[in-house]
């Protein structure tokens, strides 16, 4: 099967599942299938998941012991069933983040590098069959039918990737937008392409919203998709009323494509890949901690795995659009805000996104360690690790991102690291000017 046919056979496939199930019990019962059948692979394939199986009753997987990032990182080597080693793929990442060139592969592995939205980073691995089910379920998710069109897609993202690039035919025009290019340099291009798809960070949208003209900006059948960071309601109503146009939200992480936004507006896990278990931070039930299962991810698996956001639990009532998959309220890990600095060249603040300064953090500090930045000031950031870290790497990368984007370097000062509470927003990026330090 070429890889165009194998893509649309998953879309095909996953728009069918998205309604398959009538009713909640044969849905399970489905999954339970799929893990089982899952789980048997993968102890065949990875050392650690073998001993995983060896030391704990395959049937009774739900019970196992949670595992996250800091254990995948720690074993990586023998957790991924490629072979791929965390010092190759730890080079191959780091260096495509340098360079800005992603179209190295492992052996046909994708490698990528996560910036720690909620957490420490990660190194995320994908095989080319993973890549095609990647692509046929996010266009199924998304388009909604709309695959008959021809689509130009204008995705603005930190970093490309072959998984992106997987989606690009004859049919699905996929335009990269480096956000380390500053965004009015981006105009013409975004105009000349006239895109039906446009997939940003919310801060990114709200910031293309305010632009003379956004309403004409996207073509029908006029997609416009929120991605990498939380959606809140007061970004959501300006990015609408700039557009013009409803948005709808990928949520995307390390651990793969878990969530999309319906016809009807409501965020669905994709539970025909993932089991996702409800770990609860408060007594109410109010906010948990997903553990998921990807009954579908092999060359890295994701077992028990327990994810650094902070989900709102949705108890409203059974989505209309017909699917059973389970909904979200809302994701409180990633709320970040968006930086401002003096510019070198301009009078006008040149903004920094929060993924910049994300990216910055990760390239500067050792793996494992925790962060928050908070912004104190218009040329200040207050800086605070888990751990005793020296501060000239970090501002080493931030000197050179604020070079990149043309922005005056800020003054970094390190302050206490304090833990957030388990319920509470994590909030790695922050702006907290006081009344006093604005200009």
Not at 279 to 285: G, K, N, V
Not at 318 to 332: M, V
Not at 402 to 408: K, N, P, S, T, Y
């Amino acid at each position: 099967m070429t890889e165009r046919l194998s893509i649309l056979w998953h879309y095909v496939q996953a728009r069918r599942r998205f309604t398959r199930w009538k009713n909640r019990a044969a849905l399970e019962t489905w999954q339970e299938q799929q893990v089982q059948r899952h789980l048997t692979t993968v102890a065949e394939r990875s050392p650690f998941f073998r001993q995983r199986v060896a030391e704990h009753d395959q049937s009774s997987w739900r019970e196992w012991p949670v595992l996250g990032k800091a254990e995948m990182m720690r074993h990586f080597d023998t957790w991924n069933t490629a072979g791929v080693t965390l010092e190759a793929a730890w080079a191959l990442a780091t260096a495509a983040e340098r360079t800005r060139d992603f179209s190295a592969t492992l052996s046909g592995i994708t490698v990528g590098l996560s910036s720690g939205t909620s957490g420490s980073r990660g190194i995320f691995l994908a095989s080319g069959g993973e890549r095609r089910l990647w692509a046929g379920t996010l266009l199924a998710r998304t388009l909604r039918g709309t695959l008959r069109h021809s689509h130009r897609a204008a995705l603005f993202l930190r970093a490309d990737s072959p998984l992106y690039q997987t989606v690009n035919s004859r049919r699905f025009q996929f335009a990269f937008f480096d956000l380390y290019q500053p965004l009015n340099e981006h105009g013409p291009r975004l105009q000349a392409l006239r895109p039906t798809v446009i997939a940003a960070p919310p801060s990114v949208l709200v910031h293309l919203a305010a632009q003379p003209g956004a309403a004409t900006l996207l073509a029908p059948p006029a997609i416009l998709l929120s991605v990498a960071d939380v959606l809140d309601a007061a970004d959501r109503e300006r990015i609408e009323q700039g557009f013009n146009h409803r948005v709808a939200q990928i949520y995307q992480a390390t651990e793969g494509f878990l969530a999309a936004t319906c016809p009807y507006g409501r965020l669905h896990w994709n539970e025909d890949s993932l089991v996702v278990q409800k770990e609860w931070l408060d007594p109410a039930h109010t906010r948990y901690a997903p553990v998921i299962t990807d009954f579908r991810r092999l060359t890295q698996p994701i077992v028990r795995y327990r994810l650094d956001d902070v989900i709102v639990a949705d108890n409203a009532p059974p989505c209309p659009c017909g699917s059973l998959f389970g909904t979200l309220g809302a994701i409180e890990g990633r709320c970040d805000e968006v930086l401002q600095l003096p510019g070198t060249e301009t009078a006008a603040p040149v903004l920094i996104f929060p993924d910049f300064v994300r990216r910055a953090l990760v390239l500067g500090l050792p793996a494992g360690v925790n962060y928050s930045v908070v912004q104190t000031a218009p040329s200040h950031w207050d800086v605070s690790f888990s751990a005793d870290c020296e501060l000239e790497p970090v501002r080493q990368e931030v000197t050179e991102l604020c070079r990149q984007l043309g922005a005056q370097a800020p003054a970094l000062r390190i302050v206490p690291w304090v833990p957030p509470a388990p319920s509470a927003k994590l909030r790695r990026v922050r702006r907290q000017l006081t009344e006093s330090s604005t200009p």
